[in-house]
């Protein structure tokens, strides 16, 4: 076991893939000598050359549908967006053509890509370098919506998302890049190339008085909350960190709303349509007798984006001391 | 440049395969025709058409290794499919919706050609999104021979990979991110532009700004070929010598058949509003079929009772064929639910 950040634990996933499968490529912008901007490549042009490691032009759609094709053709691509802000031009592509591929052939052509993208506010990026966009594509048949939150987790899902024979959009929480350290097996050890199931929620911290279910950087913050308000309030929080969007652990997220008869969703996303949505809706659907309180979502405000100043940002941002005080107002009921 | 050079590629072709070229052509339009006359007869909802188009397709897949190669069509391909391999059963089954339709099993509405097994990609109805995506494909070729993952000379491997589109769709921001990708990184791929002068009911001069859509291939740093769509043995010439260049690694081309549609944009559209009937009947007269027969005749390679024998057969192929069709079942109401995700591969 070695301590390493979020996204040292991506590079060695993509690393280890690329290692094992040589139809494994990487093409995004700036991944070549630059690394990518965020570093998530670096090395891997000098390892794999050129002929596996590709600047793309600066188009995102054609990133994406190049990588479409490229499945299409049985090569594993991995495909880079640099920020989650910058896909919707490749939207088209995602949506009415990765998605829709193996449906509409009835089976006959797949596309085992993995797209990844950097997303999520709290780093003074501004409208454009902040955003969360999983709901867009979480609503999408066909599709499958992974957020790790550790570095174990980031880098079991690469590589399970590498495998996939379908679509995975990989969402990559970006201020956790650095700021995330845990530890991940060796590579040579003999749990060194685990992988992580796409489709499996995780309990990050067991407890009895309400459930949390968050993702990415929220699932930090609320494990954060969780122990300010065990220590300060005696509240017994028990954290989902839900992983995958997409397919959604239904049994997960209802197993841990039957024991503690609350839920608290939190996202960092705008509050209306975000993800919480569906999972209140699910809850309400299918265990309102467990039910000892109203489910409540705690998410970024209905604004067409996070702002750039730094009170503006942090009004924005839900953080563990919000997320706090809203498990103290749900656990009063 | 060696004198063979300057023979045209299609002097080469023997005269089996000019018949099979004129079968195509000819099978395509009868089953097109009939196509029309179903809608006008309530008994399929949709048909979009590819008459008039047939020279430009048939002379375009003949020029590349059919089933082998990967395609990328749009929806007005009918006979480019025809000529990959797709049978008039396949097409009937697709415009009555049928249980285990080829192309779906009757999600797509028709004209969304589509086999794994011949290489013909599945597209959407979503215009020029196929031509990124073929870059995609073209890309894996050029990938698979560069790493060593497959053999560049190896035949039974796909070597090139051609997409068409109409002249609107070359509009499209898709079309362009697609050629650059080609361009940069001179992949094997072949974009057919079938020009047939309107987008619906928009014509040419309001799409673009320069006189041909191969002109902008310039932009791309790759070569722009204008060819007379109705003269498939011109298409096939321009189509061939694209082959030849991919597959020498020499990159993709941009080629632009100029032709013309000869019935509404679909079975839903009324052309009436938006072109003179002088202007149609006109290009009526450049109609590709009766010109590659004529030639053909002239030739001494088609003879009137040959001609007449292959009327006899299109008309029992498309007759057996519909019947075939009419008679299949619906699909289940639950096959709709079915192939969202591809199944885990075994093992790890």
Redesign the interface.
Known sequence: MTQITLIEAIRRGMDEEMARD??V?LTGEDVGVRGGVFRATQGLFEKYGP??VID??L?E??IV???????????R?ICEIQFADFIH?AF??IV??AA???????????V?LVIRAPYGGGVSGGLYHSQSVEAFYAHV??L?VVIPSTPYDAKGLLKSAV????PVLFFEPKKGYRAIKGDVPDADSPEGDYTVPIGQARVAREGRDLSVYAYGMMAHYSEKAAEIVAREDGIDVEVIDLRTLLPLDKAAVLASVRKTGKALIVYEDNLTMGFGAEIAALIADEAFDSLDGPIRRLAGPDVPGVPYAHTLQEFYMPNPHTIAAAMRDLAAY | MTTDALVRASSRLGEQTLLSIYWTMLLSRRLDERAWALHRQGKIHFHISAMGQEAAQVGAAFAIQRGVD?V?PYYRDLALSIAIGITPFDIMMSLFAKQGEY???G??MPA?F???RLNL??G?S?VA?Q???????????K??Q????ADPADATQ?RV?LTCLGEGSTSQ??WH??M??AG?HRLPMICLVQNNAYAISVPVDSQMAVANVADRAAGYGIPGVVVDGNDVLAVYDAVREAVERAYAGEGATLIEAKTYRLTPHSSDDDDRSYRTREEVELWKGRDPIPRFRQYLQAEGILSPEQAEAYERRARVEVDSAQAAAEAAPDPSPEEAL????????GG?
Request: charged share 20%; net charge positive; proline share 10%.
């Open positions: 040589p139809r490529f002929d596996r793309s032009p188009a759609l054609s549908a190049v990588g479409i094709g490229a499945a299409l053709a049985e090569l691509p031009p088209n592509q009415s053509e829709r591929f193996y449906y509409r052939t009835s089976g006959a052509w797949r085992p048949p066909g499958k495998r996939d024979p379908n | 990967y990328n192309s779906s099993g999600r797509q969304h589509n086999s794994r990609v599945g959407s979503v999104t031509v990124p995506q073929t870059a995609g494909l073209a890309f894996a070729i990938y698979r560069k790493t060593g993952l796909p990979a921001g898709e991110e697609g650059n990708w940069v079915g192939a969202v995700y591809a199944p885990a591969e790890s």
